[in-house]
């Protein structure tokens, strides 16, 4: 078990601790000297079960709350401490906010310096006390009088620690390991040590983990858990790391980083949360700056309010977190904010989404999204999450997202996995299965309208039908409907099978009084302006008709504007294959002199051959590709 101290400056939290453990907790100088605590203290004692219990001494100042903040997270008990003498103070207060909304889920209040107070002002402050904790989660809370001088209460107070600790679950270890960094410092002849309390899985000697957020790589040469030496560590205690990497030094680290497994490598700088003001604030307005502490860290930011530009006092609202440098989090994870002066606690709450969006965060879908998050767990969320996601989910994100890894998952059946060439994707299967229907529905469309074209390219039918779907998701459908043969591809054209290309009344009539002009012309048929001219059409209307015969594969366009027949193709591949039988290259001097046309003409011919694979150029020479289907057509002839 961790307990945590609370409460107002000198109050006594540090004469507490010692007493209940022999332990001083002020381990500065300047902290013995002034007689209060700077920065946190740690102390370890056997409360009578034969286990350590960590106790974590935070300052009272408020000028340290924000060191107090970072040890904060993870503790299993909080231990007010409030004096006798002065009753409850502001940093009383303050620190009771914090705890209540970190969610720390046992507290026992410490009357301390009972020894220097009558009966009558002890019962009083006792009385203050209750009243304070009337309405919050700590109601039922113990009250202790004790005295750190004489000694008055401690056992008692002891044995309620000792029995809290023996109610106390152990965490579940079944996630992966991460641990928020509270100090860090160098020990001679080891090297560089961290600290923190473990928050989930289990860590052991010989471990490689990532710090985060640089993502520099460190493996654990040794370890301390519950301040003993040890091969493994879990989640719930606290742990010292001896590390060691590449050129590791202790001012690469600093407080609030984390030590995570990799699979949780993933700095955010946006993050949705639940939002709950303290009632005692003022109104918060949209776009307000803060400093957010999670963890042990504590960066700034601004918060987004999601349903409404301001939220008043007391009330809970879903938020994002938009910060000014990345930090790590998941789901569940519960943060505090504070003024930009980092004076007063305004309000906290918890994480929802670690990796919310830019765009689109306050949409129905979006909010509807956020709204089953903070009713549950990832099992609980799925069915929402996939309903309002178009694009489906990143499995490997939902396993940073709620730290849970996919062995561990209970999705139900009706749940698909789909294997993208960006990694996979969740998908309801009624949801694949419209968008496949909505697929081949699609291509039915676009033949209605087109009915001159084969199909279109895959990107012209994503931008037709699919806008909305990111490329790899739309791929992988697309591949799905090829496999099974509810479409076909005719090069880069993408069609129905039993779509057949048919031209317009107008083009096949065109078509007609074209073709005899294109054969005639030979080897060197006419330009499209030529045709035009001759068959007194506008340009344009020529050059449209003789593109769509091109994507039918009647002709080729050789060149701008000039477009040849396939058969007469057919007749020049023959011609090249010839040439190269009897000369054993192709020569632009050989090919011309057989050809009878002009030198520029010829060079078209052949570089044209070389983009569909008819013919290699070797330097100034050619040889023919016999695997080419042009060339297995001529060969054929030949034969």
Known sequence: MIVGTAGHIDHGKTALLRALTGVAGDRRREERERGITIDLGYAYADLGDGNLTGFIDVPGHERFVHNMLAGAGGIDCVLLAVAADDGVMPQTREHLAIVELLGIPRALVALTKSDRVEPARLAEVAEQVRGLLAAGPYADAPLFPVSSLSGAGIDELRAALSAKARTLAARAADGHFRLAIDRVFSVAGAGVVVTGTALAGQVTVGDELLLSPSGRRVRVRGLHAQNR?????????????????????????????????????????????????????????????????????????????????????????????????????????????????????????????????????????????????????????????????????????????????????????????????????????????????????????????????????????????????????????????????????????????????????????????????????????????????????????????????????????VVKDLFYPLETLQQLARLVVQLEARLGVIRVVDFRDRLGIGRKRCVQILEHFDRIGLTRRCGNERRVRHDNALAQVALAVAA
């Not at 606290?238 to 699979?263: P, Q, T, Y």
């Not at 301001?310 to 003024?339: C, E, I, M, T, W």
């Open 229 to 557: 030496e040890a091969l493994e560590a879990c989640a719930g205690q606290r742990v010292a790391l001896n590390l060691v990497g590449e050129r590791l030094a202790v001012e690469l680290i600093r407080r609030g980083d984390w030590l995570l497994a990799e699979a949780l490598h993933a700095p955010t700088t946006r993050i949705d949360i639940d939002l709950r003001l303290l009632p005692a604030e003022r109104e918060l307005k949209h776009w307000t700056p803060v400093h957010v502490h999670l963890g042990a860290a504590d960066v700034t930011g601004r918060v987004a309010l999601l349903e409404g530009d301001s939220l008043a006092p007391g009330a809970r609202a879903l938020a994002q977190l938009v910060l000014n440098a990345p930090l790590h989090a998941v789901h569940g994870d519960a943060l505090v904010l504070r003024d930009q002066s980092a004076q007063r606690t305004l309000g906290g709450g918890r994480v929802l989404d670690p990796f919310a969006p830019a765009r689109a965060r306050r949409t129905p879908a979006r909010l509807a999204q956020l709204a089953a998050l903070r009713d549950g767990g990832l099992e609980q969320a799925l069915p929402i999450l996939l309903a309002e996601a178009a694009n489906g989910l990143d499995p490997g994100l939902l396993e940073r997202q709620f730290n849970r890894p996919r062995a561990l998952w209970r999705v139900p059946g009706e749940v698909l996995e789909i294997a993208t060439r960006g990694g996979p994707r969740l998908l309801p299967r009624d949801h694949w299965q419209a968008l496949d229907a909505r697929l081949v529905a699609a291509l039915a469309r676009f033949h209605a309208g087109q009915p001159d074209e084969l199909g279109p390219d895959r990107d012209r039918l994503r931008r037709f039908a699919f806008a909305e779907l990111e490329r790899p998701l739309f791929v992988a459908l697309l591949e799905q409907a090829l496999a099974r043969g509810a479409l076909q591809a005719s090069g880069p054209w993408l069609h129905l099978p039993e779509h057949r290309v048919q031209l317009a009344a107008a083009d096949e009539a065109l078509r007609a009084r074209a073709w005899p002009l294109l054969l005639e012309g030979g080897f060197d048929p006419p330009w499209v302006r030529e045709l035009a001219a001759a068959l007194a059409v506008e340009e344009g209307t020529m050059r449209l008709l003789l593109r769509k015969l091109a994507r039918l594969g009647l002709v080729q366009q």
